[in-house]
């Protein structure tokens, strides 16, 4: 298994960026995919990005294309969400997740397919 950690969440003005960070307790030479998802109140979680073992395969939301950047680093056992040109409705709780995984280029993007959740981190985007 695997302990998640979110943080780098707060508050920002429209146009603005943040940087979440996943930190992630795992065994030496465990091989998991991560997602992101994200829960605005009242409303359903919603996938925003995922990126494989390898961090040479990511998928976006449309919402969030072209303004969001998740990647990895291994070594570290951390992955990121570049967040920038935030928008109000950008407003969430985020949570990262965790998939094990076999095929180090997969991308789940169910969350289902995620066994692990973070307890989330609260972005807050005023106008």
């Known amino acids: 298994q695997v302990q998640l950690v979110e943080s780098g969440g707060g508050l920002v003005q429209a146009g603005g960026s943040l940087r979440l960070s996943c930190a992630a307790s795992?065994?030496?030479?465990?091989?998991?995919?991560v997602g992101w998802f994200r829960q605005a109140p009242g409303k359903e979680r919603d996938f925003v990005a995922a990126?494989?073992?390898?961090?040479?395969?990511?998928y976006y939301a449309d919402s969030v294309k072209g303004r969001f950047t998740i990647s990895r680093d291994n070594a570290k056992n951390t992955i990121y969400l570049q967040m920038n040109s935030l928008k109000p409705e950008d407003t969430a709780v985020y949570y990262c997740a965790a998939d094990f995984v076999y095929y180090s280029d997969y991308v789940p993007r169910e969350s289902s397919d995620f066994g692990s959740w973070g307890q989330g981190t609260q972005v807050t985007v005023s106008s």
């Open positions: 990126i494989s073992w390898s961090g040479g395969s990511t």
């Open positions: 795992v065994r030496t030479f465990s091989t998991y995919a």
